[in-house]
């Protein structure tokens, strides 16, 4: 069955970075597209970016271009989100998610549970 | 400020139909297909419709979708306590990313 596990979260003062990472097993990690979708407390979704099966491809929310990078191991079957320059508005839950089919890159099929994020001095 | 305009709340009784909308513009939705997400109290998003009214196999017929023009609507028929949730729309955009509606809030009454 597919499974994704998000890890890296924490607490991490303003200004300094931070690097996520989703493990996936259960599937073909090379053939699909990955998203990270974030949620700030007591909010609702916000899409952060999408890379393309083989990195070929990246888009960002205007919230975090520029300040986040999104890359994919294929050899690791890993995902992950390096965000710097990190704003106390980055404060949220971050969760990777997996394309429906191979073809889908942001029809969100499959959800990690998410890693908490909290930026604070 | 959302992209996609959806209903804070809507509420029903437990057998009722509920409906759930999601205005967009020709920018997103309407000129993309419309994905449906369940948030369960605590919980990581499900995907319930894909591609305007399509189910995962294992959503039930209860839900479904639609489409027109720049707005999309969600459809609950037989409510269920444990249908209680949150419920966002999502679409592409094109600025090139995902958008998502503010969510809504079904209570089960």
């Known amino acids: 069955q597919v499974q994704l596990v998000e890890s890296g979260g924490g607490v991490v003062q303003p200004g300094r970075s931070l690097r996520l990472s989703c493990a996936a097993s259960?599937?073909?990690?090379?053939?699909?597209?990955m998203n990270w979708v974030r949620q700030a407390p007591g909010k609702g979704l916000e899409w952060v970016a999408v890379?393309?099966?083989?990195?070929?491809?990246?888009y960002y929310a205007d919230s975090v271009k520029g300040r986040f990078t999104i890359s994919r191991d294929n050899s690791k079957n890993t995902l992950y989100l390096h965000m710097n320059s990190l704003r106390a508005e980055d404060t949220a839950v971050y969760y990777c998610?997996?394309?429906?089919?191979?073809?889908?890159?942001?029809?969100?099929?499959?959800w990690g549970q998410g890693t908490l994020v909290t930026v604070s001095s | 400020q959302s992209v996609l305009t959806q209903p804070p709340s809507v509420s029903a009784t437990p057998g009722q139909k509920v409906t759930i909308s999601c205005s967009g513009s020709?920018?997103?939705?309407?000129?993309?297909?419309v994905s449906w997400y369940q948030q369960l109290p605590g919980t990581a998003p499900k995907l319930l419709i894909y591609?305007?009214?399509k189910r995962p196999s294992e959503i039930p017929d209860r839900f479904s979708g639609s489409k027109s023009g720049t707005s999309a609507t969600l459809g609950i028929t037989g409510l269920q306590t444990g249908d209680e949730a949150d419920y966002y729309c999502?679409?592409?955009?094109?600025?090139?990313?995902?958008?998502f509606g503010g969510g809504t809030r079904l209570t089960v009454l």
């Open positions: 999502g679409t592409w955009d094109s600025s090139l990313s995902k958008v």
């Open positions: 890379i393309w099966y083989d990195g070929s491809n990246e």
């Open positions: 998610a997996r394309g429906l089919t191979s073809g889908s890159y942001t029809i969100l099929g499959y």
């Open positions: 259960g599937f073909s990690f090379s053939s699909y597209g």
């Open positions: 591609e305007d009214n």
């Open positions: 020709s920018s997103n939705i309407g000129n993309n297909y």
